[in-house]
Every structure is written in C-alpha cells, then in structure tokens.
Nanobody, 121 residues
Framework: VQLQASGGGLVQAGGSLRLSCAAS????????IGWFRRAPGKERELVATISTYGSTVYVDFVKGRFTVSRDNAKNIVYQQMNSLQPEDTAVYYC????????????????WGQGTQVTVSS
C-alpha cells in the first residue's frame, strides 16, 4: 500500500482543515488507518484511528474537534480538523496496518510522507 497524505496548510486559530490519505496498491479496505502527528521538538503521537469497519477512536486532545472517515470505494481516509489551535501545529502522517492494536502503539505496515499543518495564533 502506498499512502499519500495531503491537505495541510496554514490556518488561523479556530479554523479548519481537512486532511486526506489516499491509498494505492493492495486492498485498502483490509487495513486499519491511523493518523499521527509530530510537533516540533516532540515525539510522534497518535491522533486517531479508524478500523476497517469504520469505527473511530480519538485521543482526548482532539475529541470533539477532529473527525475521521473513510471511503473504501475511493481508497481514501479523511481527517476533518475543526477549532484548530496553535498546539495542533505538526506534521501529520497517515499509516496503515493489518493489526489494529499495534497500529495504536505506532507500529504500522505502511506510512505516508506527512503533510504540514501550521496554526497561527
């Protein structure tokens, strides 16, 4: 699976962005997808996951603000990000894994290249 993340950019605090993770190659619907981020000077952290069945789990700091969805027919996963704050500034990565539990610990079979999100105050 090749993953291509896109949709990042510069936005003011309180604004919104929608990230996309487009997949090609193996059967996309067989993979759980995770969104991760790495802020400057910090370690990579999990943001949200979506299972092959479409169930989602969010970390506390994005609950109520971020929404992940997937369209298996189009081989794409979206992350809608609302009420963005400067602390959301990071490079966002999508990742795909067959093992859901391992994905949530940051172990994935495939990684996208990342897309920069910058939130100004």
């Amino acid at each position: 699976v090749q993953l291509q993340a896109s949709g990042g950019g510069l936005v003011q605090a309180g604004g919104s962005l929608r990230l996309s993770c487009a997949a090609s190659g193996r059967t996309f619907s067989n993979y759980h997808i995770g969104w991760f981020r790495r802020a400057p000077g910090k370690e990579r952290e999990l943001v949200a996951t979506i299972s092959t069945y479409g169930s989602t789990v969010y970390v506390d700091f994005v609950k109520g603000r971020f929404t992940v969805s997937r369209d298996n027919a189009k081989n794409i996963v979206y992350q809608q990000m609302n009420s963005l704050q400067p602390e959301d500034t990071a490079v966002y990565y999508c990742a795909a894994a067959v093992n859901y539990s391992r994905l949530r610990t940051g172990v994935a079979d495939y990684w996208g290249q990342g897309t920069q999100v910058t939130v100004s105050s």
